[in-house]
């Protein structure tokens, strides 16, 4: 698969996860939501990795690299930031039942940081 094709599957898969981010808000589903704005950012964010022709296969080293854009630039200072928290809020929503329930504020505000997120990886 060429760079240019990795780079827009992955984004067709962000866009994909987005538009469900925003559908689980409109359903209650905001645990939902949740997980799928960082799914939205996650592919995102591999989209940028992959345009810039650099490989990342799990979700730390993808971070990683990340921290590293941030870094070295292209990124804004807290990008790496916004995406670890993501991750953090994806996996309490997946694994941690106790928690109890999501609210729509909750949702919402996860799918604001992944929308800045992403604009952040297209800037890219």
């Known amino acids: 698969m060429s760079r240019r094709s990795e780079a827009a599957a992955y984004w067709e898969r962000s866009d994909h996860a987005l538009e469900w981010a925003r559908k689980f808000i409109g359903l209650g589903e905001h645990a ?15 989209a940028a990795l992959a345009q810039l022709n650099i490989k990342s296969k799990y979700h730390t080293s993808v971070m990683n690299r990340v921290t590293s854009l941030v870094r070295d630039g292209p990124l804004a200072s807290g990008t790496d930031d916004t995406l670890a928290a993501l991750f953090a809020l994806r ?19 996860s799918l604001e940081m992944a929308e800045r997120f992403i604009g952040e990886m297209k800037s890219i």
Do not use: L
């Open 32 to 46: 939902k939501s949740v997980q799928d704005s960082y799914n939205a950012a996650f592919y995102a964010a591999k």
């Open 91 to 109: 996996n309490d929503a997946a694994y941690r039942v106790a928690r109890g329930d999501w609210t729509e504020s909750e949702a919402t505000q």
